[in-house]
C-alpha cells in the first residue's frame, strides 16, 4: 500500500497538459494501485495523475458513499465526446485542500476511454456525483481547475484566500455596511 504526495496548488504540473498512455503494462497497473491507495487514504472521490506529479492521463474515482462496497473506476486516454444539460454544485479537490465552492459543469455526459488493459470503453453518465467527479478530473489532464470555473469569483477567491492559496485579508473582502459608516460622516453629509 504505497500512498503518493498529492501535488498542490501552485505546483506547475498541475498547469500542464498530460501525456496519452500507450504502453499498457505492470508499470502502469502499480501507478494506478497508487492512485487508489493515495485517494482513500485522503478520503477524496477522485484522483489525477497530475496531482501526484505523474504527467499522464489517468484518472481514478470512486463515488462509493461512507458505508458502501468501494467502487473503483480507472479511465485512461479519456475523452468527453457529448456533453448536455447544467448541473451546479459544490466542488472540493485534495489540490486545495479545505477549499470548497460552486462549480457549473454538464449534467449528462458521453464520456470514450481505456480500460487498464487498454481496451476502448464507453460510458453515459446521466448527473450526479460521478458526472461532476469525471468532468473535473478530466480537467486535470488537461491543466484546468475547478478554480477556473467558479459560479462566484468572489465566493471563489474568499475560500482561496481563507486558505492559503492566495493573498490578501479576508476582511478587506468583506462588504461595508452602512453601520460601518462613522457617524461623524453622517452628521457632516
Known amino acids: 500500500m504505497a ?3 498529492i501535488r498542490q496548488y ?3 504540473i ?3 497538459p498530460t501525456k496519452k498512455i500507450t504502453k499498457f503494462d505492470t508499470s502502469l497497473r502499480k501507478l494506478v494501485q497508487d492512485m487508489f491507495d493515495t485517494m482513500y487514504q485522503a478520503d477524496g472521490v477522485g484522483l489525477a495523475a497530475p496531482q501526484i506529479g505523474v504527467s499522464k492521463q489517468i484518472l481514478i474515482i470512486d463515488t462509493a458513499g461512507e458505508n458502501e462496497a468501494k467502487r473503483p473506476m480507472v479511465f485512461i486516454n479519456p475523452r468527453i465526446l457529448n456533453s448536455s444539460g447544467e448541473m451546479i454544485g459544490l466542488e472540493g479537490c485534495l489540490s486545495f ?9 454538464a449534467e449528462n455526459i458521453i464520456v470514450k476511454f481505456q480500460n487498464i488493459n487498454g481496451k476502448d470503453q464507453k460510458i453515459d453518465v446521466k448527473g450526479g456525483l460521478l458526472s461532476r467527479a469525471i468532468q473535473h478530473e478530466i480537467d486535470h489532464l488537461e491543466g484546468a481547475l ?3 470555473k467558479p459560479i462566484s469569483k468572489l465566493s471563489a477567491d474568499l475560500e482561496l484566500t481563507k486558505h492559503g492559496f492566495l493573498d490578501g485579508d479576508i476582511i478587506e473582502c468583506e462588504p461595508q455596511t452602512p453601520l460601518a459608516i462613522n457617524a461623524n460622516e453622517l452628521v457632516n453629509a
Open 146 to 148: 475547478f478554480i477556473d
Open 97 to 105: 485542500p479545505g477549499v470548497f465552492f460552486e462549480v457549473k459543469r
Open 10 to 12: 501552485p505546483d506547475e
Open 14 to 16: 498541475l498547469r500542464q
Open 3 to 5: 500512498s503518493l504526495e
